[in-house]
């Protein structure tokens, strides 16, 4: 192997591709970045044996061959180099890659070309384009809420379900939170299987570190989902999961129930008040009251070593509710997941699922379970 590529232009891809690697454990092949050369491209691969990512770009190549070299090294290497041309040649004996750049020189040595494994290829038949800012937005307003355990199998994934109404609901869950986006993209509710798609939470944020604001194609076979940029440089494929995904309209046609009770509120405000409420919870107290009267919501909380807090926000209110519990922290959190000025807390019940909705996000519901409230300082979570 032998190339001449200039550093500006492949360093986003080294980086992307470094993001993947684990830093230090795991198997050589896993930590090693693959450099191959071939017509007049240079592509970059690494893999965490789950995640694969892959980009071409423009090279020089005298000699075409791959090469696997610790992948923190040499792009660390890379990155600290000046702009400008770099040149990459592989030893006759195929143990060391040379990197030279005007009169400074660097040898890594390189794997084992048998450890090599063939990366899965971009399904081109029937493959849509997708916005890639809309796609992170989705990922953020729905990952919060979704269980960090890998153990528990489906609340562990995003789900991505094409509904009969043309739409697409987008799902998250962890046991006491819920949120849901939906959105009409016709192309993709026609590439989705029936039943959806699940992906795993730890694969997304990798995904959102790749995904750029400007337009990528999407495609799925029947274990992975693939990402390509529009330019056809880059591919990031994650594997799907296969496991029963909870059924959520049970909770969510309680929102619609005529005997709920409502409360709507500025949401900047509630997020300021919850904000330094929050400055009073504790450990075995981590909740904010509610406690309901006509025109306004007076908030409360207290630590039995920080003191106790009390404010008021004005609201519109209707229903039978008197007093309820919500984790503070959680709250704040799901609020600023929200754009629009005002905010509704649909309540079932001081145990039942609240749901939020706001009139500027139209298509976007969380669902947050109360504290059950034990006594006046402690409280247990339920469950969705």
Request: charged share 30%.
């Given at each position: 192997m032998y190339l001449k590529v200039f550093k500006e232009d492949v360093i986003d891809g080294l980086l992307k591709a470094a993001n993947i690697i684990p830093a230090k454990t795991g198997a050589a092949y896993l930590r090693s970045i693959w450099l191959k050369a071939e017509g007049n491209t240079l592509q970059i691969l690494s893999t965490d044996s789950n995640i694969e990512f892959?980009?071409?770009?423009?090279?020089?190549v005298t000699e075409e061959g791959l090469a696997g070299v610790q992948g923190r090294a040499f792009v660390d290497l890379v990155k600290k180099m000046p702009a400008g041309e770099i040149t990459?040649?592989?030893?006759?004996?195929?143990?060391?890659?040379?990197?030279?750049?005007?009169?400074?020189?660097?040898?890594?040595?390189?794997?084992?070309?048998?450890?090599?494994?063939?990366?899965?290829?971009?399904?081109?038949?029937?493959?849509?384009?997708?916005?890639?800012?809309?796609?992170?937005?989705?990922?953020?307003?729905?990952?919060?809420?979704?269980?960090?355990?890998?153990t528990m199998e489906a609340i562990a994934c995003l789900s991505i379900k094409p509904m009969e109404d043309q739409y697409i609901e987008a799902c998250g869950l962890n046991g006491h939170q819920f949120s849901m986006q939906r959105f009409l993209n016709d192309e993709l509710h026609a590439l989705l299987p029936e039943d959806g798609i699940l992906l795993q939470k730890k694969y997304l944020n990798e995904l959102k570190k790749w995904l750029g604001g400007d337009e990528i194609e999407l495609n799925i076979d029947n274990k992975r989902l693939f990402f390509r940029t529009g330019d056809k440089r880059e591919v990031f494929t994650i594997p799907l999961s296969y496991y029963q995904y909870p059924d959520y309209?049970?909770?969510?046609?309680?929102?619609?129930?005529?005997?709920?009770?409502k409360l709507t509120v500025d949401r900047k405000l509630m997020i300021d008040a919850l904000d330094r409420l929050l400055i009073f919870n504790t450990d075995n107290n981590r909740c904010t009251y509610f406690t309901f009267n006509g025109s306004e919501v007076e908030l409360a909380s207290q630590g039995q070593e920080v003191g106790i807090a009390k404010e008021y926000v004005d609201a519109e209110f209707s229903g039978d509710i008197e007093k309820i519990a919500f984790p503070t922290r959680n709250l704040i959190e799901i609020l600023n997941h929200y754009q629009s000025e005002k905010l509704s807390f649909i309540l079932t019940g001081t145990e039942g699922p609240c749901g939020l909705r706001g009139n500027d996000d139209p298509e976007y519901t969380v669902i947050i379970m109360p504290m059950k409230i034990v006594e006046e300082t402690y409280y247990s979570e339920e469950e969705v």
């Open positions: 892959s980009g071409n770009y423009t090279a020089e990459l040649r592989l030893e006759e004996d195929g143990k060391n890659l040379l990197i030279e750049q005007g009169r400074k020189r660097y040898k890594l040595p390189v794997n084992e070309v048998t450890w090599f494994q063939n990366f899965s290829d971009f399904p081109e038949a029937n493959s849509v384009y997708w916005s890639g800012d809309f796609l992170q937005e989705v990922i953020d307003k729905i990952s919060f809420c979704i269980s960090d355990e890998d309209n049970s909770f969510l046609s309680r929102l619609n129930s005529e005997d709920v009770t």
